[in-house]
Structure formats: C-alpha cells, structure tokens
C-alpha cells in the first residue's frame, strides 16, 4: 500500500495558468514572447512583444483572478496538494531590482493561503520556464554567472515569506529539456538562451546547467538554513530510454542517451560532477566556467527529493539519423518509435511501465525519495451536450501509470513521496501553445482562437480521480 500521507493532487505552472501577464506589477518573462503553435508547427520566440502576433501565455486561463473557485474544485476532489510556481517576473519585474515587488508576493499570499484553508499543501517551484524577459536582454540569460546570485535572492525571498506554508520546494524545472539544443524552445524557456543563435551551442548549455547547478544547490544550503523543515528537489524530464534491439551498439547507445537525464541529477542528488562529464565537454569551444568555490557550491547543496515529469519512453537505433530540430517528442538523432507501443496524438510513446523502470532507476542510483510531479495526457476534446467530457482515454492512461507507481513502491521498495497529475485544469500546452491540447479533469472553455466563456466544467475523470484519492490509490 502507498504510505499514509501520500500526496495526490494535480501540477501547474504559473504562465501557462496566471494569464493576467501585465497586472499586478508583473514583468515580461520569457514565455511572453512565444507564439501559439500547433500540432507540427513549432512555437516562435519574438524579440518583444509583436503586435499581431497570438500570445496564449497572456491571458492562460485567467488563474489570476479565479483561483479561489479553482481551489474550490481541486479540494471537491480531494487534492492533497498543489504543485503550482511562482513567476519570477512578479517577484522581481526585470529581475535584478534592489527590493521586490509586493503586489506580487501578496498574490502568492492568498494563493497559498487560500490552498491551505483547503487542507492543500502548496508543492512550489521557483523556476518554471518564466524568468523575467529583462534577465534576458540585459544579461544574456543563464549564460552569465550573475543570474547565480538574482535566482538566490529571488529564492531566499520566496523562502523567507512563504516557509510556514510551503513545505516542498523545487528549484528549476525540468532542467535537463535544454540538453537538446537543436529545438530553441528549450533553451529559451530553461535559461533565456537560444542555442542556435550560439557559436558553439553545446557550450552554452552546459555552462548554462552549470550556473544553475551553482543556484539551485545554493538555494537549497539556503532554505535548509531558513527552516530546516522544508524540502527542496530537483526536477527533470525523466524518459526511460531503452536500447531498439540486443545488439551492442543499441545497448551502449541507450546507457549514453540516459546521460541527457543522468548528467543533471547526478550533480544535484550527489553534490559533483560524474565521471564521464568530461568525455561529454570534448570537443567545446573552450573550457566552461567553472570554479572551485563553485565545486563546493555543489558539494553542500544536494537536493533532499528527485522531482521529476514522466509522459513516455524513447528507443534509440545505432542505425538511425532522425531530424530532430522541430521535434517535441525525440531528443536524439537516434530516436525512433518502439514497435511494442503506440502513440498519442503527438507522437509520444505510451509506455506505463516505463514509469516504474525510471523510479527502479533513480532508486537504485541515489537511494533518494522521490515525486512524480507531471504525468498526464494531452488529448483533443470538447464538451457533449450533458456539458462534461467522457475522457475514458485520460482514465485509462492514468489508470495504466498509478498501477505501475504502486509496482515501484510495494514490490521494488521505492520511496515515494506522491503523485501529481500535469494540468489538471486544462492549461496552455508548453510545447504547442494550444489550448486545444487538453490535460485536465476540468475542461476550461477558451479556444485557440480566442472564443469562449472560460466557464469551468468536471470532466468524467474528475469523479474518478477523486474517488482514487479517497482509497489511497487502492481502487482505480
């Protein structure tokens, strides 16, 4: 059985929700410069805010002012916990102002008051594709070692005010996405970078991860000074790769491609660099930023709990060459699609076994707790005329997922903190910038091309999912 306590609930993030991008004294941040994109048309970034162009990310889905009935229904279900961000860019508007915004942080007050009230316990991180647009233009992003101290001020901000009522943190997310550097929209939204406009991209992302290693490990020493009660983790992308066939070249190929995940939580979880780090500089430019007071950073700020996302598994092919500069879905050249598995929409394999092997995984390497912080599905749908939605397919997928994470913990022993379902009010999509890309137990009535009420409606999954909750994940 799941431990007492487990924490279901459901994840957000606060750009692709909030809407509301220019009240409350709040800043441009870098997700208010992508277009709304499609199923095979990739988002753009803009330099500035374009008149004419569609920016979803503006208005998301009104969260800013209708939280409090929102939160309404997230308790209706039973939530244990939220996992929601805070935009920088409301904190600090350009970033690196000498005091913070407090129409900003007062905001983050009633939300997290609100969820409390509720039994709900905010789950909060700090980083979530939405650092100030100003960082960008003034400091070229994460390419610069003085975003290191702005991200710690803005977290020992956040820390200080909020400690008493959010009790797990997490630093970055999904820090490893810009280890591809062939698809901007990862560098951008991880660390305000656009590799192809770089020398030598593969430089640039690596000294970016490293300047937010440094951030993310030092907040951590810092908020365990603030209150030695919080826990702060990291958060990745987790796939489970697997090797296309038993020869040698797909297997040692598969054990590689996990780098793309391990590089960055092996310095997180176990305070240095790996071993074949260096293998993986060959060839740079010239060396990376890195210093020895930076090496103790490291050293004395590893992260209490994995975080991490989890929507598919990958297979890489020795063989194969795939063009990935417009993909979502592949990371590497060599990816290809598993023939024991189909596909959603988007061209994601859906693998739920997939989800134990990578807790197995993370388990096995670090002996860390863990929390499943995304798992969701995107599908197209609409309302019936009984003004719901029959999602068998979201059930049947989470249903699939949640046997698997129960696996992992009563068969493999693996510690797991909870389990938090991605979008669980129909967001903006990160990847397309499509509302019509819908994750949610509550259909949210706004459109792709600006029509609808913004009315709230229970989908079929939302009863579902609440009577999960109240079993303890024992009748699904």
Partial sequence: MLQAGFLWGGALAAHQVEGAYREGGKGLSVADVMTAGANSVPRRITDGVVKGERYPNHNGIDFYHTFRDDVELFAEMGFKCLRTSIAWARIFPEGDEDKPNEEGLAFYDELFDCLVAHGIEPVVTLSHFEMPLALVEKYGGWESRALIDLFVRFARICFERYHDRVR???????????YNTDNDIYGWTNSGVRFSRCADPRRAMFQASHYQFVASERAVALAHQIDPRLKVGCMVAADAIYPFSCHPDDVLLAADAMHSTYYFTDVMCRGAYPHYAPRMWEGLSEPLDITEGDRQDLATGTVDYIGFSYYMSNVVNHVAATDISESTAYSDPHMVDNPNLVANAWGWQIDPKGLRYILKAFDERYCLPQFIVENGIGIVEALNEHDTVDDQERIDFLRAHIEQLKAAVEIDGVDLIGYTVWGCIDPVSFTTGEYAKRYGF???????????????????????????????????
Avoid: A, P
């Fill in 168 to 178: 797990y943190w997490m630093t970055f997310n999904e820090i490893n996405n810009q």
């Fill in 442 to 476: 509550v259909y949210v009535d706004r459109n792709d091309d600006g029509t609808g009420t913004c009315r709230r409606f229970r989908k079929r999954s939302f009863n579902w999912y609440r009577h999960v909750i109240e079993t303890n994940g024992e009748e699904l």
